[in-house]
């Protein structure tokens, strides 16, 4: 099998995978209600240790508690309700300099998600100053998560002045430097006609995005080897099911280069959309999209423009679900 470059800082899903002698999505059938579940009982306790620290300020586990707070939020997609808790706890004269960096992080996603951008971007490049040039995980992972809500805020200079004060920081690092220049071409993608797909997919039958005007779709390059590729695939096998009626359409392309490779994948896991995996229309799209790395994954709105790039997990799900919504 042929070994491809994943996604730089890729970010593991919440959803629940289990390998099994059924495959691994046995449990994906059971996967909303879990993800129901689950999502209630974490906002109860984040709630619950809100009010704790606001009433208990000198216990004694009290920056415990403030760290938690502030991981849960950035885990759980918590952090417009943490955005007054980060902002107290980072003017707290007895904050921890380690907790804080994390309020400080709640508190730009949380901004960046309610619209205000600018706030969020200080913040950013407020922390990214203090940053090794060689080094950084952590922040480069920040940026990444705020450019992408900055993105779903439609506010796409700030994400690419977030892409350019990284590979400015990080110039060092050929790498992320390519990686943000990357970033940057793909925001020069959205709102413009999406590149035309014209395939024979592994099923016999062409594949066109033309032909599915007036729908919303999800191109996403992926391959079998690939682990964060596979990671997202029940977000998508779900969301597929539950609004391909409605007009969600998804178009695959493999880079796995071997077509029974592929159709076993897909019949065992049981997708049904179509996978284009021949080598020359590959190609010819990872160019046309700018995809040197997978996963990547386009959303194409119902006019045939790129809509937005590179979102999942949650953040996907509410961009599918807003598009159909228009």
């Not at 502030?70 to 921890?96: C, M, N, Q, W």
């Not at 960096?101 to 709640?106: E, F, N, P, R």
């Not at 007009?247 to 077509?259: C, H, K, M, P, R």
Request: net charge negative.
């Amino acid at each position: 099998m042929k070994t491809f470059p994943l996604c730089w800082l890729a970010v593991a899903p919440v959803l629940l995978i289990t390998v099994s002698s059924s495959g691994i999505f046995a449990e994906e059938k059971t996967a909303t209600n879990f993800l129901t579940i689950i999502t209630e009982q974490n906002l109860e306790t984040f709630e619950r240790v809100a009010k704790y620290v606001g009433e208990q300020v000198d216990a004694a586990d009290s920056e415990q508690a403030w760290r938690w707070l502030f991981v849960a939020a950035l885990e759980h997609g918590f952090e417009t309700r943490a955005v007054d808790l980060a902002r107290g706890y980072i003017k707290s004269p007895s904050a921890s300099a380690a907790t804080r960096g994390i309020a400080q992080q709640t508190l730009a996603i949380g901004l960046a998600k309610s619209g205000q951008s600018e706030e969020a971007v200080q913040l950013f490049t407020g922390q990214l100053r203090f940053a090794r040039f060689q080094s950084g995980g952590a922040l480069i992972e920040f940026g990444r998560r705020l450019a992408t809500q900055l993105r779903i805020a439609r506010d796409f200079a700030a994400a690419r002045h977030v892409y350019e004060e990284i590979s400015s920081k990080f110039f060092l690092n050929a790498e992320v430097r390519g990686l943000c220049e990357n970033r940057i071409k793909k925001i020069d993608l959205i709102d413009e006609p999406a590149p035309e797909i014209e395939a024979t997919g592994i099923s016999g039958a062409a594949v066109s995005l033309s032909s599915l005007q007036g729908k919303v779709v999800l191109v996403d390059f992926w391959a079998t080897n690939c682990p964060p590729c596979l990671e997202e695939m029940p977000n998508i096998k779900q969301l597929y099911a539950k609004h391909h009626d409605n007009g969600f359409e998804v178009i695959g392309v493999s880079l796995d280069g071997d077509s029974a490779i592929v159709e076993e994948f897909t019949g065992r896991t049981e997708i049904s959309w179509p996978m284009i995996v021949d080598d020359r229309a590959v190609t010819s799209l990872r160019t046309s999209y700018h995809v040197p790395t997978i996963p990547a994954l386009f959303v194409v709105d119902r006019s045939g423009k790129i809509h937005q790039f590179d979102v999942r997990g949650r953040d996907l799900q509410q961009v599918i679900e807003n598009l159909l919504k228009q």
